[in-house]
């Protein structure tokens, strides 16, 4: 039997950063951070990133980066106070009643090791559990955490799986030690919508069977709003607001949760105007790429894609991970070839150059700049072809276009470890402008940027888009972001366009069956702008 | 997997038949005609005799077109009929395999040397960058790079055999003859393999699972043995692969100099006296030994790291 009933108190926790070579204690990271988390409650924790929502749970398995250290306060699990515990009871408490449930599971995994020599270490450590024993446990964790082949899943190493199926590993690693309470530190936000519903359902049917505490740690508020009984905010290392979940939700007191809730909440009527009657501008006609050797056509990422972008138009492309998304970006802006098929581009006269008229923003910030290089030197390599410029006439470029994202020209002389990701994100954004294309394809874009800083992006593309009648693809998983943006919607599933509609009727009435599991998957929020406590997702 | 391992022989394959070619075009690139060269080996005096050349040219087949005679040659080579020597007139295999074998064990002991050292060594300094004990680790290791052989053996000799008369100076007799080669041998892969391992270990010890691995409450001692020692070392089955072929070819100062048997010798004092059925034995055998470790070690780093190559199983 588990341990039922397991509660984790904290008070007053403080965390500061030793400063450098006196030891003495330095910045304050987090303050007066005050929380409870009960038996078989779904707590959420949220805040824009760095906040401080990661360091909260890392300092409760005391596992903080090296040079923080915890200066005050105290974490108590089920009364034994974690912050003056010694290693030893720590290392029984890790993993075995004190779970944590990371992001970015593949990178969490050791890519040597298979997913039955992760499970079988808590499974030894915590539940004396080896050899067959073990094994026998460890297919039915998961089984359970919805494998349809352990079998298979148990010998797969890490770089095996797919996102989706590595999170349910990690899940399954992180109950394989029966734990009371579980950390979870944005489990589900590199997912898309379907997968993101069901591992938090696989948590949620945990919490009710068995009375597992959840601290979920999140940006996400639309699954707050299905999941979580109690919300907390926390804002530069203070818990700032904390209410029930449909309390905080409908009726916010403080301007940080107000602003972080409008943020979340991409109204769909923000964006009505009739379809858009030009003429098309780029033209997909049965595209499709494979990848391989080409006698086994098995492996296609895209098949027979026929699409056309018009002229000043915002088309979203929505599909699950593994749909062919980022595929059909890159064949479109020219970094992959496309197998079969064509690509036509119909550009307006004034292109200056036909190969820079489509340009691409990238999804991960941090990786799309050469982190030795400056944001300067980044942005004059698109600039170097152009030899009739003038290296002032560079300059003065380049100030506009950071001008036109609204950043600071200091920026300019930083270098990408020294930016924030909505910082870079808008460098991303200038680097294409420069280059003045017609088309600019965004390849989910935002999703690894937190709410706030989304919907700044987001409302910064749209701005562009109007003042220079940019035609835009919005490549994402988001329904919510795809609903703000579009005009008209694409559905791919494995490679092939099984949708298109325009945003209205596309939400209102899906025709294709993925798409209208797509839809349900997406939590509506009321067309009112209110936000619903939905019972129904829920149970 | 196996895909790769195909692959890579095939590969093997290649090289090796690509490099035979080369060494067996030799004689026709050196300067005079080596019928003479043969004759001269064998029979005393200056004068030679025209007629003689004709006939052991036609004997050796040397009118036939030049892909026959290379594969002949080739079949000839691997069924163990190297030829003979110009110099001592004994079959090339009977002097290639003895000083082969010399030279394998230099090279090995200098290998397991360099490992036994660098291996405890790169752990401690990449487990604990910055510290005292790296810095020095470091600093003595990068240190062994600039001293070349010629020097540092003299000098080991100088102290261990000369000063302390605990090891002979030269010669291959007996264990404690090979201490000195095998340690001068040693000195430079000691270097590359113990910042190799420190930069390795730091690597592994810096990646995201590994808090992970802690927070599944394996102790710090355990996720460091498990997690992050042997990460660290997969770069290290390559790089010691490169250094075996290397040495293999490389051991000829240090075989000079403390008078070893071994291949290096062989290849120096055949291409001294001009006897090319000796140097081109050697070097195709050395060749194929080198090319046949890498290949090796291609395969074991391709079972080590498991995402090298290699999709859903």
């Given at each position: 039997m588990s341990p039922v009933g397991t509660r984790l108190v904290l008070e007053g926790l403080e965390v500061r950063q030793a400063s450098a070579g006196t030891g003495a204690p330095g910045k304050r990271l987090l303050s007066g951070v005050s929380l409870s988390v009960e038996p078989g409650e779904f707590l959420a924790l949220v805040g824009s990133s760095g906040s401080g929502k990661t360091l909260t749970a890392m300092s409760c398995l005391r596992?903080?980066?090296?040079?923080?250290?915890?200066?005050g306060g105290s974490i108590t699990l089920d009364g034994q106070d974690l912050a003056q515990a010694p290693e030893h009871q720590l290392n029984s408490i890790r993993g075995g009643r004190l779970g944590m449930l990371f992001q970015q599971p593949k990178r969490m995994?050791?890519?040597?090791?298979?997913i039955e020599q992760h499970l079988k270490e808590p499974l030894r450590l915590h539940a004396g559990l080896r050899g067959a024993k073990a094994r026998t446990k460890a297919l039915e964790l998961l089984e359970e955490v919805g494998f349809a082949d352990p079998g298979k899943g148990i010998r797969a190493y890490p770089h095996q799986l797919s996102g989706g199926m590595a999170q349910r590993a990690m899940t399954a690693v992180a109950l394989a030690g029966q734990p009371g309470m579980l950390l979870a530190d944005e489990p589900t936000s590199a997912l898309d919508k379907v997968l993101e519903r069901q591992i938090l359902q696989l948590l949620d049917r945990e919490r009710r069977e068995r009375g597992l505490g959840i601290l979920y740690i999140t940006h996400n508020i639309a699954s707050v709003a299905a999941y979580a009984d109690r919300v907390l905010v926390m804002n530069s290392g203070s818990i700032v607001e904390a209410a029930p979940a449909g309390e905080l939700l409908t009726r916010p007191k403080t301007d940080y949760t107000r602003q972080l809730l409008a943020a979340a909440r991409?109204?769909?009527?923000?964006r009505r105007r009739p379809p858009s009657r030009e003429r098309d501008i780029l033209v997909l006609d049965r595209v499709g790429k494979h990848f391989g050797p080409r006698r086994k056509l098995g492996h296609a990422a895209l098949h027979d894609v026929s699409l056309a972008l018009r002229r000043g138009e915002i088309l979203g492309v929505l599909g699950q991970s593994g749909s062919g998304k980022s595929t059909l970006a890159k064949a479109i802006v020219g970094l992959e070839t496309a197998s079969t098929g064509s690509i036509a581009r119909q550009l307006d006269a004034a292109a200056p150059r036909e190969a820079t008229a489509v340009q691409l923003v990238f999804q991960e910030p941090h990786s799309a700049f050469d982190p030795r290089m400056t944001l300067r030197t980044s942005l004059q390599a698109p600039l170097r072809p152009h030899r009739e410029l003038s290296p002032e006439e560079r300059d003065a470029r380049i100030a506009a276009a950071m001008q036109e994202v609204e950043l600071d020209p200091s920026l300019l002389d930083k270098r990408p470890g020294q930016c924030s990701g909505g910082q870079l994100q808008r460098a991303t954004i200038a680097r294409a402008l420069l280059l003045e294309p017609q088309v600019l394809i965004c390849?989910?874009?935002?999703?690894?940027?937190?709410a706030l800083t989304q919907r700044t992006i987001l409302n910064l593309l749209l701005r562009l888009q109007r003042e220079r009648n940019l035609s835009l693809i919005v490549i994402s998983h988001d329904m919510d972001v795809v609903r703000y943006m579009c005009d008209r919607v694409a559905v791919l599933l494995e490679g092939q366009v099984v949708e298109v509609a325009e945003t209205k009727d596309f939400f209102a009435a899906p025709q294709h069956e993925h798409s209208r599991a797509l839809v349900s998957a997406s939590i509506p929020c009321r067309a009112d702008g209110q936000w619903t406590v939905l019972e129904a997702v829920k149970t | 997997m196996l895909q790769f391992i195909t692959k890579r022989t095939v590969t093997l394959v290649a090289a090796v038949v690509v490099s035979s070619f080369a060494v067996f075009l030799i004689p026709y690139f050196t300067p005079g005609d080596p019928v003479r060269k043969i004759i001269r080996s064998r029979v005393a005096g200056d004068a030679i005799d025209d007629s003689a050349v004709q006939g052991l040219s036609e004997s050796l087949g040397l009118h036939d077109p030049l892909a026959v005679q290379y594969f002949r040659w080739l079949a000839d080579f691997f069924s163990g009929d190297m030829g003979l020597s110009f110099?001592?007139?004994?079959?090339v295999a009977e002097q290639v395999l003895p000083a082969l074998s010399v030279t394998l064990s230099l090279v090995l002991m200098s290998l397991g040397l360099a490992a036994a050292l660098s291996l405890p060594l790169g752990i401690l300094s990449g487990l604990r960058p910055g510290t005292a004990a790296d810095r020095a680790i470091t600093a003595v290791t990068q240190a062994?790079?600039?001293?070349p052989e010629y020097w540092v053996a003299p000098l080991l000799v100088l102290v261990f055999a000369l000063k302390l008369s605990i090891l002979p100076t030269a010669g291959w007799n007996d264990l404690s003859s090979a201490v000195l080669p095998a340690l001068t041998l040693a000195l430079r892969p000691i270097s590359f393999f113990t910042s190799a391992v420190r930069a390795g270990i730091i690597d592994a010890a810096a990646a995201d699972h590994v808090p992970a691995a802690r927070a599944r409450g394996l102790r710090q001692g355990q996720a460091v043995l498990r997690h992050v020692v042997p990460n660290g070392l997969v770069p290290l089955s390559t790089l010691f692969a490169v250094w075996f072929a290397g040495l293999l070819g490389g051991s000829v100062i240090v075989e000079v100099i403390f008078a070893v048997p071994g291949m290096g010798r062989l290849m120096f004092d055949a291409v001294v006296n001009s006897d090319i059925p000796l140097a081109q034995g050697g070097v195709v055998v050395v060749v194929a030994l080198a090319v046949g470790v890498t290949t090796l070690a291609d395969f074991v780093h391709q079972f080590l790291s498991r995402t090298v190559g290699g999709t859903l199983a």
């Amino acid at each position: 039997m588990s341990p039922v009933g397991t509660r984790l108190v904290l008070e007053g926790l403080e965390v500061r950063q030793a400063s450098a070579g006196t030891g003495a204690p330095g910045k304050r990271l987090l303050s007066g951070v005050s929380l409870s988390v009960e038996p078989g409650e779904f707590l959420a924790l949220v805040g824009s990133s760095g906040s401080g929502k990661t360091l909260t749970a890392m300092s409760c398995l005391r596992l903080l980066p090296p040079g923080l250290h915890i200066t005050g306060g105290s974490i108590t699990l089920d009364g034994q106070d974690l912050a003056q515990a010694p290693e030893h009871q720590l290392n029984s408490i890790r993993g075995g009643r004190l779970g944590m449930l990371f992001q970015q599971p593949k990178r969490m995994f050791n890519p040597n090791r298979t997913i039955e020599q992760h499970l079988k270490e808590p499974l030894r450590l915590h539940a004396g559990l080896r050899g067959a024993k073990a094994r026998t446990k460890a297919l039915e964790l998961l089984e359970e955490v919805g494998f349809a082949d352990p079998g298979k899943g148990i010998r797969a190493y890490p770089h095996q799986l797919s996102g989706g199926m590595a999170q349910r590993a990690m899940t399954a690693v992180a109950l394989a030690g029966q734990p009371g309470m579980l950390l979870a530190d944005e489990p589900t936000s590199a997912l898309d919508k379907v997968l993101e519903r069901q591992i938090l359902q696989l948590l949620d049917r945990e919490r009710r069977e068995r009375g597992l505490g959840i601290l979920y740690i999140t940006h996400n508020i639309a699954s707050v709003a299905a999941y979580a009984d109690r919300v907390l905010v926390m804002n530069s290392g203070s818990i700032v607001e904390a209410a029930p979940a449909g309390e905080l939700l409908t009726r916010p007191k403080t301007d940080y949760t107000r602003q972080l809730l409008a943020a979340a909440r991409l109204a769909p009527e923000s964006r009505r105007r009739p379809p858009s009657r030009e003429r098309d501008i780029l033209v997909l006609d049965r595209v499709g790429k494979h990848f391989g050797p080409r006698r086994k056509l098995g492996h296609a990422a895209l098949h027979d894609v026929s699409l056309a972008l018009r002229r000043g138009e915002i088309l979203g492309v929505l599909g699950q991970s593994g749909s062919g998304k980022s595929t059909l970006a890159k064949a479109i802006v020219g970094l992959e070839t496309a197998s079969t098929g064509s690509i036509a581009r119909q550009l307006d006269a004034a292109a200056p150059r036909e190969a820079t008229a489509v340009q691409l923003v990238f999804q991960e910030p941090h990786s799309a700049f050469d982190p030795r290089m400056t944001l300067r030197t980044s942005l004059q390599a698109p600039l170097r072809p152009h030899r009739e410029l003038s290296p002032e006439e560079r300059d003065a470029r380049i100030a506009a276009a950071m001008q036109e994202v609204e950043l600071d020209p200091s920026l300019l002389d930083k270098r990408p470890g020294q930016c924030s990701g909505g910082q870079l994100q808008r460098a991303t954004i200038a680097r294409a402008l420069l280059l003045e294309p017609q088309v600019l394809i965004c390849d989910e874009a935002t999703s690894a940027l937190d709410a706030l800083t989304q919907r700044t992006i987001l409302n910064l593309l749209l701005r562009l888009q109007r003042e220079r009648n940019l035609s835009l693809i919005v490549i994402s998983h988001d329904m919510d972001v795809v609903r703000y943006m579009c005009d008209r919607v694409a559905v791919l599933l494995e490679g092939q366009v099984v949708e298109v509609a325009e945003t209205k009727d596309f939400f209102a009435a899906p025709q294709h069956e993925h798409s209208r599991a797509l839809v349900s998957a997406s939590i509506p929020c009321r067309a009112d702008g209110q936000w619903t406590v939905l019972e129904a997702v829920k149970t | 997997m196996l895909q790769f391992i195909t692959k890579r022989t095939v590969t093997l394959v290649a090289a090796v038949v690509v490099s035979s070619f080369a060494v067996f075009l030799i004689p026709y690139f050196t300067p005079g005609d080596p019928v003479r060269k043969i004759i001269r080996s064998r029979v005393a005096g200056d004068a030679i005799d025209d007629s003689a050349v004709q006939g052991l040219s036609e004997s050796l087949g040397l009118h036939d077109p030049l892909a026959v005679q290379y594969f002949r040659w080739l079949a000839d080579f691997f069924s163990g009929d190297m030829g003979l020597s110009f110099v001592s007139r004994t079959p090339v295999a009977e002097q290639v395999l003895p000083a082969l074998s010399v030279t394998l064990s230099l090279v090995l002991m200098s290998l397991g040397l360099a490992a036994a050292l660098s291996l405890p060594l790169g752990i401690l300094s990449g487990l604990r960058p910055g510290t005292a004990a790296d810095r020095a680790i470091t600093a003595v290791t990068q240190a062994l790079i600039a001293m070349p052989e010629y020097w540092v053996a003299p000098l080991l000799v100088l102290v261990f055999a000369l000063k302390l008369s605990i090891l002979p100076t030269a010669g291959w007799n007996d264990l404690s003859s090979a201490v000195l080669p095998a340690l001068t041998l040693a000195l430079r892969p000691i270097s590359f393999f113990t910042s190799a391992v420190r930069a390795g270990i730091i690597d592994a010890a810096a990646a995201d699972h590994v808090p992970a691995a802690r927070a599944r409450g394996l102790r710090q001692g355990q996720a460091v043995l498990r997690h992050v020692v042997p990460n660290g070392l997969v770069p290290l089955s390559t790089l010691f692969a490169v250094w075996f072929a290397g040495l293999l070819g490389g051991s000829v100062i240090v075989e000079v100099i403390f008078a070893v048997p071994g291949m290096g010798r062989l290849m120096f004092d055949a291409v001294v006296n001009s006897d090319i059925p000796l140097a081109q034995g050697g070097v195709v055998v050395v060749v194929a030994l080198a090319v046949g470790v890498t290949t090796l070690a291609d395969f074991v780093h391709q079972f080590l790291s498991r995402t090298v190559g290699g999709t859903l199983a």
